[in-house]
């Protein structure tokens, strides 16, 4: 069982390095979320002024001091976006080599029927959580700012349940009864 401990700590270790920037992008990207939606309302609140005053020489260089500082946020969006979204399909990917991985140990190592069926058990939710998280974050992928920060706390607590049901997947496995052990 000691390659077991080793391929589980060598799992371990390719989801931590992938994740470490995770939080940063993951704030990064609130914040620039933050940041166009509050240009939004500065533009929309100045065309409210300039309509109730109705002042047709009213000047535009205020205009567009605020649609190039909007433009500017949304493309800082844009790019905080992107890097969150790749972080967490970089790490999605590195822990989507694992069920495969366990798959092949289960059939390697002589378990009894009970201890393989619990760990096809955990591999079964394993799956489906890989599933489930990878749908968020192409969700992710096309959030408007005004949607970032949802769909970013969605994705991130599927990161959440997605890394416990690894955890889980790696326990039963290195649980499982075996056929060449005394019981």
Request: aromatic share 4%; charged share 30%; hydrophobic share 40%.
């Amino acid at each position: 069982m000691s390659h077991l401990f080793r391929f589980r700590n060598l799992a371990l270790a390719l989801g931590i390095v992938a994740g470490q920037g995770c939080n940063n992008a993951a704030r990064d990207a609130d914040k620039a979320a933050d940041r166009v939606i509050d240009k939004q309302k500065d533009l929309t609140r100045k065309d409210d002024r300039d309509l109730a005053i109705a002042d047709k020489k009213s000047s535009t260089s205020g205009d567009s001091a605020a649609s190039q500082e909007l433009a500017d946020a949304t493309a800082a969006f844009d790019a905080r976006r992107r890097i969150r979204v790749t972080t967490l399909r970089t790490q999605h990917a590195v822990i989507a080599t694992q069920p495969m991985l366990i798959s092949t140990m289960v059939e390697a190592f002589p378990l009894t029927d009970r201890g393989r069926a619990d760990v096809n058990e955990k591999l079964t939710i394993f799956q489906m959580r890989l599933d489930e998280t990878g749908n968020l974050i192409q969700g992710l992928q096309a959030a408007s700012p005004q949607d970032f920060k949802d769909r970013n706390d969605a994705a991130s607590d599927a990161m959440n349940r997605l890394d416990d049901a690894r955890k889980d997947a790696w326990k039963a496995l290195e649980d499982a009864p075996r056929t060449d052990r005394s019981s």
